[in-house]
């Protein structure tokens, strides 16, 4: 059993780094919600999704003190549009917001990442969460776990929904029927978010409960694979503080 767990470890941490070369490759530069209108082509379509949806998720794990102490520095910043913690302010995006957070638990997860212009938060934030925490999907989340998405825009610029890496935020809780409620930057500022992994596809139920919210615009001209609610384009959480 050990051998087989060590065998899955390597596969996962494999995956995650064929992921962030391909990333790097696209040139990432933000968290922006606003795509363009899509290529002719229909060639070449990728849509990477990590992790399983519709299986049995989510459930909060009981965080340690540090974990706490993060998601209410993250919910007291709920409202602004201004990142100041620690007596530090932080670029106005969603990366900004997740690497501020965590720095007040003296945790910086752009280490050793240097300060590129250009650069692109949420693939240095998922690299050092690869090098000194844990990728996962689940069943379980702690509070402050990291939680990653995908093709949220175009960020490549080609009109297709092959764009990995692309949003970032922080678990707050789970409610009771496994929708994740977490903290992120939107256009707006800082504002709560709702995902539900085993309903990914359904953005409100009968009685008019959100499960997922709407994480990317919607366009006329939008590829037909694109996709638009957080549990479609979940991408994994990541563990930091444990």
């Not at 989510?58 to 007291?76: D, N, S």
């Not at 910086?108 to 949420?122: Q, R």
């Not at 509070?143 to 890496?165: A, K, M, Y």
């Amino acid at each position: 059993m050990q051998h087989a767990s060590q065998y899955s470890d390597l596969i996962l941490k494999t995956l995650l780094f064929d992921l962030l070369v391909m990333f790097v490759a696209v040139a990432l530069t933000g968290c922006a919600t606003i795509g363009r209108q899509p290529a002719l082509s229909e060639v070449d379509v990728m849509v990477p999704t990590t992790g399983t949806r519709g299986e049995i998720c989510c459930a909060m794990a009981k965080g340690i003190p540090r974990q706490e102490a993060l998601v209410q520095t993250a919910v007291g910043l709920l409202g602004r549009n201004r990142i100041e913690v620690g007596g530090r302010h932080y670029t106005p995006d969603c990366s900004g917001l997740v690497r501020g957070l965590y720095a007040v638990q003296r945790v910086d997860l752009y280490d050793g990442l240097g300060e590129l212009d250009g650069g692109n938060g949420v693939g240095r934030i998922f690299t050092h969460v690869v090098e000194h925490g844990r990728i996962h999907y689940g069943p379980t989340v702690h509070p402050g776990d990291v939680v990653f998405f995908h093709n949220t825009w175009d960020f490549n610029r080609d009109g297709l929904p092959n764009d990995p890496l692309t949003h970032v935020g922080v678990v707050e809780k789970v409610e009771r029927d496994g929708t994740v409620i977490f903290v992120s930057w939107v256009s707006a500022g800082v504002e709560r978010y709702r995902m539900n992994l085993r309903r990914p596809d359904m953005h409100k139920t009968a009685d008019g409960r959100v499960l997922n919210d709407y994480m990317r615009r919607k366009g006329s001209g939008d590829h037909q694979a694109t996709r638009y609610l957080t549990g479609q384009l979940f991408a994994a959480f990541g563990t930091v503080l444990r």
